[in-house]
């Protein structure tokens, strides 16, 4: 069963997998919806945090309905042999809303934080040549501006603090190459992401 689970990516545009084939999400609602959820992974969201994070303060009066039908369509989806009477053990209905329960090899983002908390210890070892490798390895996750396309105010909210992750993680790989003597390597990039953020003064 573990070849059948699906994996999903948050870093770049929203996107899931089940083995090499890739699921096809629905409209952009529908793909926020799912975002919401990837976001708060193993953590039940409410229906009323859902339609403040996909719509604001201006959800449609049918928003609750909208949200069950989009999360319906989510499981067919995600877990297309799951009878119609068959509890979801991926994407789970609660008292008060929606719960999708994840492993961190099923989502970019928790291993993109998990190599960051790696490098960030090796490096507070001064095992530096670790820290690179575990920083390079959070840094080839990378797909692209982070929840692209997706609308809503969570989703610009999460946008900022994953791409402040990106940036920071740059530097950080970039500070610990320095350590080790990497100076040439790291022109080109600096430059560019001196270009990108002019007004980072690190």
């Known amino acids: 069963m573990a070849a059948e689970r699906v994996r999903f990516s948050v870093l770049g545009p929203v ?58 369509r989510l499981r067919q989806i995600l877990e297309p042999g799951r009878g119609p009477r068959q509890t979801s053990g ?23 934080e998990i190599l960051l908390d790696q490098a960030r210890a090796s490096r507070d070892t001064d095992d530096l040549a670790a820290a690179v490798r575990a920083y390079a390895a959070a840094l080839a ?6 929840l692209a396309g997706i609308p809503g105010p ?17 530097e950080d790989r970039a500070e610990a190459m320095l350590g080790l003597g990497g100076h040439r390597e790291l022109v080109g990039e600096l430059a560019a992401l001196a270009t990108a953020h002019p007004l980072r003064e690190r």
């Open 15 to 72: 996107r899931a997998w089940r083995g090499n084939d890739e699921l096809g999400l629905g409209w952009p609602k529908q793909r926020a919806v799912l975002a919401v959820l990837l976001l708060n992974a193993n953590r039940v969201v409410t229906r009323n945090a859902m339609i403040d994070a996909v719509w604001g303060d201006e959800p449609p009066t049918s928003a609750v309905n909208v949200v069950h039908t989009y999360v319906s």
């Open 90 to 112: 991926l994407l789970a209905a609660e008292a008060s809303g929606y719960v999708l329960r994840l492993s961190d090899q099923q989502l970019d983002l928790a291993e993109f």
């Open 141 to 146: 996750l990378w797909n692209g501006p982070p």
């Open 154 to 170: 969570l989703a610009a909210t999460e946008q900022a603090r994953i791409e402040e992750l990106h940036v920071a993680a740059i």
